[in-house]
């Protein structure tokens, strides 16, 4: 979620969600805490709803911490290709 969500938007991603879930497995890579959804959602009985289907039965891998991998590791990933005008 880039972006906060419009209603008809996350009542869509529950169906998605709600759709999903028992059936198969899900893989989600967030690009922000679970604490700051509701926010995104817009909506907290809809984000409350989401969670629980989308972490019941879950394993939680956190990634998160102050140094971005891309960054971090930019020489190794892309080599010498920097773009014109950014330090790697």
Known sequence: MFMAMEKQE?????????????QTSIIIT???????????LGDAAITTAILDRIIH???????????????????SIFGDKSIKGQTP
């Open 10 to 22: 996350a009542n869509l991603f529950f169906q998605l969600i709600n759709k999903l879930y028992g």
């Open 30 to 40: 967030p690009n922000t805490g679970l604490e700051e959804w509701g926010e995104l």
């Open 57 to 75: 039965k879950c394993e939680i891998v956190n990634f998160f911490n102050d140094d971005s991998y891309r960054i971090k590791h930019r020489q």
